[in-house]
């Protein structure tokens, strides 16, 4: 069992639905991340969250809006989404301050119709 | 995050061959990491690098972290049919801030 979770594994939604994604980490560890993955494109960094707090936001559109209510729950709520944003998002864990690796999850492959 | 080149982008190997990936940067960076991801999956960490010239091994995978801190390279010796995958180099700058490559996708050939 890998040490971060992500829920659900795979996710349909139309452009007017609501839903979200969840991460849990085991690893002790005080930062968390989301990145979204599409084909042939090097990760992209979302939001970064240290000690709970949002330490990075990289221009993501405010229908992406992630929340962490301690340093082992991630979430990314989604809404009014495009089809272009259709892609794996993953979430990863690190020790910040440290040049720990980041651990990831298994993603969450998310189609929007 | 910076730009790093990644190569090749894609590549075939033959069963028992030693093959070599590479990734480049125009900026320096403090740390180089390896992973591989299967489909499906996330991706998992195979190699971290966190010195200038510091060589790693993990099992048939080798790893080196360019001399110049601009550069980095992964060897996988006599591949086997479950090296396929996605492997990802990454780097991270004085910042923390940590840039990936695109991917090189690996398949054996039958």
């Known amino acids: 069992e890998t040490g971060v979770t992500q829920t659900p594994r795979h996710l349909v939604m139309g452009m007017t639905n609501k839903k979200s994604l969840k991460c849990e980490q085991h690893?002790?560890?005080?930062?968390m991340y989301w990145y979204k993955q599409s084909a042939k494109k090097p990760l992209e960094l979302m939001f970064v969250y240290s000690l709970e707090e949002r330490v990075e936001n990289n221009s993501v559109p405010s229908r992406f809006s992630p929340e962490c209510p301690n340093s082992s729950h991630l979430f990314l709520h989604l809404h009014t989404l495009q089809p272009e944003d259709s892609a794996l998002y993953l979430c990863?864990?690190?020790?910040?301050?440290?040049?720990?690796?980041?651990?990831f999850g298994n993603g969450t492959r998310l189609t929007v119709t | 995050g910076q730009q790093l080149n990644q190569s090749p982008q894609s590549m075939f190997i033959q069963e028992g061959e030693d093959v070599s990936m590479n990734c480049t940067s125009s900026?320096?960076?403090?740390?180089w990491l390896w992973y591989k991801q299967d489909p499906g999956e996330g991706p998992v960490l195979l190699i971290a690098?966190?010195?200038?010239?510091e060589l790693t091994s993990n099992g048939r995978l080798t790893a080196q972290f360019g001399i110049t801190r601009k550069d980095s390279f992964l060897n996988i010796s006599a591949s086997i049919p479950s090296d396929v995958g996605i492997y990802f180099c990454?780097?991270?700058?004085?910042?923390?801030?940590?840039?990936f490559g695109a991917g090189t996708t690996v398949t054996v050939r039958a």
């Open positions: 690893l002790g560890h005080n930062a």
């Open positions: 900026s320096i960076f403090n740390t």
């Open positions: 990863a864990s690190r020790d910040p301050g440290t040049q720990g690796p980041l651990h």
């Open positions: 690098l966190y010195k200038a010239g």
């Open positions: 990454a780097g991270r700058s004085s910042d923390y801030k940590l840039s």
